[in-house]
């Protein structure tokens, strides 16, 4: 398949690329744009044929649901049978915005983009080119992450390219993903309503909607463990992992540098390729030179933006392990230690 690929300048964006990207998106054709969050693989969330074609080009499991997206608030109602009123109010907070809301499904959606279930995740993006794009398409939107199954989500084009080139019609380039990780989703068929993945609308401020939302204790879970499976069918797959195996290391700042330089002197004498993953704070403490910066621990936002190309760059760099530190578990270092710990596959040390 010949990929068409457009790169969009923020600043003048091409309405003419645009309306293309929309008819191909209503005629069933593969279209990848840039999101706030991370990079989607777009299609007619109605039409049949084209969603299976998303699971056929990403090579993922497809009793895995997608996330339909919208470009305009009112547009819910073509995908929700009702909306909870507490539903509403996350809508009327964070849309448009990095929180998906799974919702009573429409019978229009087919359950190909449902993965089966009765429920649909709705999401309306805030990046501009998403927006414009959904709405030149005049069609909900369903959209994974446009990564190959199994690899980190995608916050830049070029990574696009490097998974999806030839496998999808379409490729659009704008700017890198400002949140870099993928959106909050909160159930809300249920009440009180529950985050089944965590994102940058962290649990604290869903509960100042609702105290009684909570979050899934599956998301923890190791599924090779006998634990609690996690509520979203697609938080259960090993994720966002890279090739190398990654080690987390987590707990008293100095007692993380001294674990991780240990692990590595002993890696390296076995002839192991190592790469670290470290902060601002701590970057000039390895002696190695294969280590990067997440940022600065003072902002985690930074941080986040930066987890899944770190893991990529390592990955090009063919390391045979990757040494991450971990992040204290509070607000959004939720999110950003669920996708470290799900890269690891739950492989953490605990120093204190
Ligand atoms: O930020 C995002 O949400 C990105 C961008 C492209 O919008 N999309 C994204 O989609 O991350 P995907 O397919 O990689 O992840 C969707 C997650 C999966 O964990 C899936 O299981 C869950 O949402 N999900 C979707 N619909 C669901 C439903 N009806 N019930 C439970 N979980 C659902
Ligand atoms: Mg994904």
Redesign the pocket.
């Known amino acids: 398949m010949d990929t068409k690929i457009i790169i969009l300048d923020e600043n003048n964006i091409d309405e003419k690329l645009i309306k293309s990207a929309g008819d191909a998106i209503r005629n069933g054709k593969l279209v990848a744009f840039p999101?706030e969050?991370?990079?989607?693989?777009g299609a007619n969330a109605l039409d049949e044929e084209a969603v299976k074609n998303i699971y056929i080009a990403k090579g993922r499991p497809s009793d895995?649901?997608?996330?339909v997206?919208i470009s305009k608030v009112e547009d819910v109602d073509l995908v929700a049978k009702e909306v909870p009123a507490v539903a509403r109010e996350i809508m009327d907070k964070y849309w448009p915005g990095?929180i998906?809301i799974?919702l009573p499904?429409r019978p229009e959606i087919p359950y190909v983009t449902?993965?089966g279930?009765e429920?649909?995740?709705v999401?309306l993006?805030s990046e501009e080119i998403a927006r414009k794009v959904i709405d030149a398409a005049t069609v909900p939107v369903a959209?994974?992450?446009?990564n190959l199954s199994g690899k980190p989500?995608p916050t830049n084009v070029e990574r696009v390219i490097e998974d999806l080139q030839d496998r999808v019609d379409y490729i659009i380039g704008g700017k890198s993903s400002v949140i870099g990780l993928?959106?909050t989703?909160i159930?809300c068929t249920i009440y009180p309503p529950c985050i089944?993945?965590p994102?940058a609308i962290t649990l604290e401020d869903l509960k100042n909607i609702d105290e009684n939302i909570y979050m899934d204790k599956g998301i923890e879970s190791n599924n090779t463990n006998e634990g609690i499976k996690p509520?979203?069918?697609?938080?259960k797959y090993r994720h966002y992992a890279p090739k190398a195996a990654v080690k987390i290391v987590s707990g008293n700042a100095n007692k993380v540098i001294e674990e991780i330089s240990s692990i590595l002197e002993r890696e390296e004498k076995l002839g192991k390729k190592i790469g670290i993953i470290a902060t601002d704070e701590t970057i000039n403490k390895y002696s190695t030179s294969i280590v990067i910066s997440l940022g600065s621990r003072k902002n985690l936002y930074e941080i986040g933006k930066n987890i899944f190309e770190s893991l990529r760059k390592l990955d090009d760099l063919e390391v045979d392990m990757i040494l991450c530190e971990g992040i204290e578990e509070k607000g959004y270092g939720v999110a950003i230690m669920n996708r470290l710990k799900k890269a690891a596959t739950f492989d953490i040390i605990e120093v204190y």
């Open positions: 999101t969050t991370v990079y989607g693989l895995n649901p997608l996330i997206h990095p998906t799974i499904k449902s993965g279930l429920s649909v995740g999401r993006p959209a994974p992450s446009a989500s993928e959106s989703v159930d089944l993945r994102g509520k979203a069918p697609g938080m």
